[in-house]
């Protein structure tokens, strides 16, 4: 009910634009995060943005250089990913969480419907 797409190789310094699509006719009542996962690592927030738009979170190592959005129309969630760095490179999550609320979720157990991952690969 997720996908996400988007992902690839860049260059240090480059730009990429993340993307998550659902299927879902009642997309715009979902909360929607960002995850990523390093090798070897677990699984961390990256950003969220809420029901409507209005309101949106950055872990603070994007923050400044990841910008998140949504258009509720296209029932798509965007990453717009600038300035990327060797330590953004992993699997990028997409993460969907039913909410009217403007809270910020962050654990991984917050939210219920996951996408399958698009790997993100910045190179020096």
């Known amino acids: 009910q997720l996908q996400a797409f988007g992902g690839g190789l860049v260059q240090a310094g480059g730009s990429l634009r993340l993307s998550c699509a659902a299927s879902?006719?009642?997309?715009?009542?979902?909360?929607i995060g960002w995850f990523r996962q390093a090798p070897g690592k677990e699984r961390r927030f990256v950003a969220q943005?809420?029901?409507?738009?209005?309101?949106?979170y950055y872990a603070d190592s994007v923050k400044g250089r990841f910008t998140i959005s949504r258009d509720n129309a296209e029932n798509t969630v965007y990453l717009q990913m600038n300035s990327l760095k060797l330590e953004d490179t992993a699997v990028y999550y997409c993460?969907?969480?039913?909410?009217?609320?403007?809270?910020?979720?962050?654990?991984?157990?917050?939210?219920?419907?996951w996408g399958q991952g698009t790997q993100v690969t910045v190179s020096s």
């Open positions: 879902r006719r009642t997309f715009s009542s979902y909360a």
């Open positions: 943005v809420t029901w409507d738009g209005g309101s949106t």
């Open positions: 993460a969907a969480r039913r909410s009217y609320s403007s809270s910020w979720y962050q654990r991984l157990d917050e939210y219920s419907y």
